[in-house]
């Protein structure tokens, strides 16, 4: 029996413990002040679509917090939970028009049930000022200069005007800086009182304090260093500026690089040149083996390199240009990391004078008894090489007199040959001497005779005609790439003739069966 009553009174006290924290924990939210924004049209611009029951735009109302999180709006039976936004440290929340009540809850600050002081219209913005307790909104401003930057005991919090910025209770420090202009006062945030205006208005009045300032150029050695002065960037390279008289400090800061911090007086009504440290670059170490191992190179285009041993660069990611007679020239990029060791191989690769696969364009003077200039054109296909030609004829043979059967002259002429050749060969290279080339070639020529009268009027010969099997050898030398020049020596051996080629040819002294020399260039592609 005992034992019951004293578990009721456990009990009891339970729950008026619970009562007594529900309702100091209920009783912390508060509004401090809810307005129309007359001059703000955000509720009606076209990105917000948020829309009561009815199909109206809904009201927005920006609410004001110490914080965005954790918070819910409910904005009665037929609204429920209301669509809400965060917006830097502003809250959006949509409520319908025609809503008289809202429901503000947070876990940890309570609940509170709001009644408009003021109807509601479609898409017009309004302010709500939520108070968790133990603080007010201020607003504050300064007097003297505008856009003044603000600080709170030291904290940077912004821009002159400030409106609605929430602080605790307590006394605090302000102070005011713009340009040459500083201001500072004491600003004490008490509990409101029953007369008491809900925000707070504070002002600090500045005062030119140029006499109190110096011209100031700080300057780094690297021109895309950033120069930061009281964390926030100001210049990259150079900055020039006003600083009043004390000690200063700027950091230089560059990516992949360890902050430079330098320490500086400036004296007031004077130039104060600053050498400021510039930031030191994080580093990592690069080996390079290259194939063949002796080779000129660079990096980033002008910076010469020995890769025949390890180098400490800077982080970042480099281009090298890798070059050596007789090879193609290698530009890898390679990136440098930091603290670590980066190796790796680059193989050159020999030039190939003396191509497997090509198509080449040329020419020649065949030196022989009826020495010419021809045309080549020719491919090499994995080394066979497969080439036609065509001579115009230079050299005129002996003059030839022809007689009619009465034995009076007819007229006297000389011939000129011109050919058309096939051949076909196989190129064999040589692995030291890599700029030269041996083709041995077999091949087939036809012969034409083109006459020239000298005296008299009866042309003879027109159709003369020869054919003959090509034995030969080209040596080619490669002297740079694309370009080569050559030799052929070639015996041709007649195979048929008809029989104004074989008239002319006795008569003229020449034969289809002969020994030649070519001597010619060609470009490969």
Sequence with gaps: MIKTEINVIKRFYVLLLFLFLTSFMYGQLSVDNFALRVNDQSGMAPGITYRDPNGDRCALIKVFAPRVDGFTFYGGATSGFLKTEVHGSEIWVFAPSAAQMLTISHPNFGRIEYEYPIALNKGA????LLNIGGGRFININSIGANNARISIDGNYIGETPIYNYYMAYGRYKVTAVKDRFEGSGDLAVAEKTQNDNHQMNFNVQMFDQTAHFGDVTVTVDDPNADIIYQGERVAA???????????HEVITRKADSDDGVTLFTVRPQTQNNV?????????????????????TATYNG?????????HVLPVGTYQFTLARKGYYTESP???VKRNEITVDTIVLERIQYVKNLSFYIGGSYDINEMSGLSGIIGAVVYKHDIQISYTFGLT????????DTDGSLLSTMNYKQNVLAFKYGYQFQF????????????????????????SGSTS?????????????????????QHCALFISPEYDIALSKNKSYKNISKMAGFNASRFSMALGAFFTF
């Design 125 to 128: 913005a309004y302010e709500l």
């Design 302 to 310: 002008v910076n010469p390199i020995d890769l025949t041993e390890p």
């Design 396 to 403: 005129s043979s002996k003059k030839v007199s022809w007689y």
């Design 460 to 480: 003879y010969g027109k159709n003369a005609s020869a054919s003959a099997l090509t034995l030969g050898l080209k040596v080619v030398m490669v002297p740079f």
């Design 237 to 247: 390279g150079t900055w020039k500026t006003m600083l009043k008289e004390g000690t």
């Design 431 to 454: 692995n030291r001497l890599r700029q030269l080339a041996l083709t041995p070639q077999i091949g087939f020529a036809t012969y034409n005779l083109n006459g020239h009268i000298v």
């Design 333 to 335: 990029y390679i990136t």
């Design 275 to 295: 050498k400021a440290i510039a930031p030191t670059p994080h580093t990592g170490t690069i080996q390079i083996y290259t194939r063949p191992r002796n080779v």
